[in-house]
């Protein structure tokens, strides 16, 4: 039967006749006895409506009405009042009703976090007897089913899902499909196997080889994606192109003719400052190119992995042409000195390095390219700001990746009792629930001066802790073709004692704290307990003789390519010209780094994937142009320092 709504059009001058039937119906008690109301369809009243409906309908109708208002409670939100109208249902339900059902009630479970019940449900959906709106919404539960874990099913859903849709929830389709693909790592790709007649797939796995074998080189890739187009023209990327892969298409290069360098030249920074110029201007120069390079000495510097070449500092080559102007944040209002840059024709600016500057210009929407030196602390998106900072909340982040990639589940953080370490605990912890881990364990640990008043008293360190209390983030849902499903979230961690599930220590710690710490937990859990301990470059510095090394045998720390062996002799020249200080060593690398960015501003803000080798870490972009460092990790090992595989 067609439509309430397509009736009323074609035959809108019999409306009264009908409107007085239908009411002289109702005055006798006869109702009619088949429903006329559409289940297969989309939703376009609210709940109210439908739920009045129920009340004034006691024909077969009544249930249809009903599945519509649970519906429509679902999609506002109001999964309690929907669970109540579910109950309400009645036993005998039409073959159509029943399949409307199982669909509602899958989407009734995902609310409560019972993927198992859902997914059962789903597997009884008969998908050939739904209608394409039906259809639509199976798909969407299904990619709820998989939530986030990238698999063919995934995929797959994603696939059928595409033609059922229209306007923006086709878009947010083909750039949720994008997303999951991206996610693979080459290896995940090359281990699908599919069949034969899944060409939509395969041209899916196609586009994002060509995105990763020219993601470095903006003309490039336009080309290579103008090319994968016309070898796949039906394929729904080829004719709406996943939005991060679509802005490509406008890449242009930005303009570094004239390099406004803002740092403070005064005051309390102005060490860090001069560190930062420098290597900024010895990239410029073309100073590192001219770096010999040859191997340190094992006890030195980390060895390179066997049958491995000797990577050279990435860097962008020195354009002569390019004016670098350095302007003294320290002496006027940072607003004067992004005005004064401007006026004085800068093109792109690099700084300031003071947080409270950073939010100040992110607050100013100047018109210029900024690549800021540090972050605020809640980013702002702006088309024309990128965020590179060192902080140890990066260098968190990127050891909860590493650590989880080494197959540790429960973590204990080991940080100093401060301000400092509330920020690495909840960057850490942020990572960590994002891979899908519980809240890790922390422990505090004051001065040096208690630290060794333990290990004399023989306390040493037990490796327990309290589960970190984060609030939890707002809830993510999952919108699309009229479906709103909350997202599952983690259930809460079980607290972990010494003796129970600890497989892992985080210590952020100075080298004289670390020097006290390893042995402490070797007096509780033994030398050979298996705990994995992982370090930050904080306990990382100069003067660690032979002793030292081998105290710390197999524990594993991170640090930036440039202070772990990947150019030894510009190494060693940086840490004598810094005095083997290296806070500053790094804040070098930075400038180098900083250099290569600027250069690269466009690449690094438009196009997706796109990566530099850098001297402070392998560097990338998010979607809000924070520069995310990923960073070597070496271990102590018999002595010598060696790198983590």
Request: net charge neutral; with cysteine; proline share 7%.
């Amino acid at each position: 039967m067609l439509p309430s709504k397509v009736v009323r059009h074609k035959v809108g001058r019999f409306v009264p006749v009908l409107l007085a039937g239908l009411i002289l119906a109702a005055c006798s008690g006869q109702g009619p006895q088949t429903s006329n109301v559409n289940i297969q369809g989309p939703v376009t009243g609210g709940s109210d409506y439908y739920l009045q409906q129920v009340q004034q309908s006691s024909d077969d109708s009544r249930t249809d009405w009903q599945l519509l208002a649970i519906r429509a409670l679902m999609k506002e939100g109001k999964y309690p009042k929907a669970g109540q109208q579910l109950n309400q249902l009645p036993s005998q339900l039409s073959d159509t009703q029943q399949q409307e059902l199982l669909l509602l009630k899958s989407q009734f479970l995902f609310s409560q976090q019972n993927v198992p019940g859902a997914t059962q449900l789903l597997n009884q959906v008969k998908v050939d007897d739904l209608s394409k709106e039906q259809q639509a919404r199976y798909y969407g539960l299904q990619i709820a089913a998989a939530q986030g874990k990238l698999s063919l099913v995934l995929l797959r859903a994603y696939i059928a899902q595409e033609p059922l849709l229209s306007g923006d929830d086709r878009q947010k389709n083909i750039d949720a499909t994008w997303q999951a693909l991206t996610q693979m790592t080459l290896q995940e790709a090359s281990n699908l196997v599919i069949n034969a007649s899944e060409n939509t797939l395969q041209g899916w796995l196609d586009l994002l080889n060509v995105w990763r074998a020219n993601a470095q080189d903006g003309e490039m890739l336009k080309s290579a994606l103008a090319d994968w187009q016309t070898r796949y023209p039906q394929n729904p990327a080829a004719k709406t192109l996943p939005t991060p892969l679509s802005q490509t298409q406008n890449f242009t290069k930005a303009s570094t003719s004239t390099i406004a360098l803002l740092l403070p030249l005064n005051g309390q920074a102005q060490v860090f400052a001069g560190a930062i110029e420098k290597g900024f201007n010895d990239a410029k120069n073309g100073a590192l190119n001219a770096a010999p390079q040859h191997a340190a000495s094992p006890a030195a510097q980390p060895a390179t992995a066997e049958g491995a070449q000797p990577q050279p500092a990435a860097s962008a080559p020195p354009s002569s042409s390019a004016q670098i102007k350095v302007y003294d944040t320290s002496s006027q209002p940072i607003q004067q000195v992004m005005q004064q840059a401007q006026q004085d024709g800068a093109t792109i600016v690099v700084g300031p390095l003071l947080k409270n500057e950073v939010e100040s210009v992110a607050n100013s929407q100047t018109p210029l390219n900024v690549l800021a030196l540090n972050a605020p602390e809640q980013i702002q998106n702006h088309p024309n700001i990128c965020y590179f900072a060192l902080s140890p909340e990066e260098e968190a982040r990127d050891a909860a990746h590493h650590m989880w990639d080494q197959g540790k589940r429960q973590p204990l953080l080991l940080v100093p009792r401060s301000s400092f370490g509330d920020r690495v605990v909840n960057a850490f912890t942020e990572a960590w629930q994002k891979l899908g881990g519980s809240a890790p364990l922390q422990q505090r640990f004051g001065s040096t001066a208690e630290l060794k008043q333990g290990i004399n008293s023989g306390a040493g360190i037990t490796l327990s802790g309290t589960p970190v209390n984060m609030q939890p983030a707002e809830p993510q849902s999952i919108t699309i073709a009229g479906l709103t499903i909350p997202s599952p979230q983690p259930s809460a961690p079980a607290t972990a004692s010494e003796g129970g599930s600890v497989d892992s220590v985080y210590i952020v710690s100075t080298q004289d704290e670390l020097q006290l710490i390893k042995p402490m937990i070797a007096m509780h859990t033994g030398s050979r307990s298996g705990i994995a301990l992982y370090a930050s470059s904080r306990s990382y510095q100069a003067g660690a003789g032979p002793d030292f090394r081998l105290e710390m045998e197999g524990l594993q720390f991170s640090d930036i390519p440039l202070l772990s062996g990947r150019n030894p002799a510009l190494m060693q020249q940086t840490a004598r010209s810094f005095n083997n200080d290296f806070s500053l060593v790094r804040l070098y690398a930075m400038g180098i780094d900083a250099w290569t960015l600027a250069n690269s501003f466009n690449q690094v803000r438009q196009t997706p994937g796109f990566t530099i080798d850098g001297n402070t870490g392998k560097l990338s972009a998010n979607q809000d142009c924070m520069i995310n460092r990923t960073l070597p990790w070496n271990q102590y090992h018999q002595g010598e320092i060696v790198p983590t595989y």
